[in-house]
Each structure stands twice: as C-alpha cells, then as structure tokens.
C-alpha cells in the first residue's frame, strides 16, 4: 500500500499518551487506524441520518440498547488495553 508521509499539528499531552498505546505497533500505524476509525464512524453517522430521514428517529430503547453495546465494547477495549500494558511490563 502506497503511503505519504505528512506533518500534523497534535497537543503534547495527547501525543504522550498516543505514543505509550501505540509502541507496539507504531505511531503512525496507530494513528492511520484512528483515521480508519473516525472515517468510518462518519459515514456510518451519515447512514444514520439516512436512515433515520427514510424510517424516523431512533427510540429511546434502541438507544439505550445500543448504548449498553457500546459500554461492554469499551470495557472489553480496556480490559486489553490493560493486559497490553501489563504484558509489556513483564517483558521489560
């Protein structure tokens, strides 16, 4: 895959804790799989709105609903993030 290499403006603190998650597998893959993700998460938005002009808005319960899907996905994202850490704790 063809790449460009590219200079970007990030707060300090923000690039410290980015550098620490992403030293296994490198700051700018880390930082392509943000993008991917925030690309994704927009045209999934832009879906959404689709949808919801074609079928209405969406209830509470499929919120809530949704909403319960997205706190196990980020208690399961913290759980390895966790492991991650430690796992590098124990090789160093």
């Known amino acids: 895959m063809a790449t460009k290499k590219v200079t970007v403006t990030i707060p300090e603190d923000l690039l410290e804790e980015v550098r620490a998650e992403a030293a296994e597998q490198g700051l700018s893959a880390y ?23 074609e079928y209405g808005p969406v209830t509470e319960d499929e919120l809530a609903a949704a909403g319960a899907e997205m706190d196990e996905f980020h208690a399961e994202h913290e759980r390895r ?3 991650r850490e430690a796992h590098a704790g124990e090789a160093a």
């Open 31 to 53: 930082i392509a799989e943000a993008l991917r993700l925030r690309r994704d998460r927009d045209r999934l938005r832009e879906l959404v709105d689709w949808l919801e002009e």
């Open 81 to 83: 993030r966790r492991a």
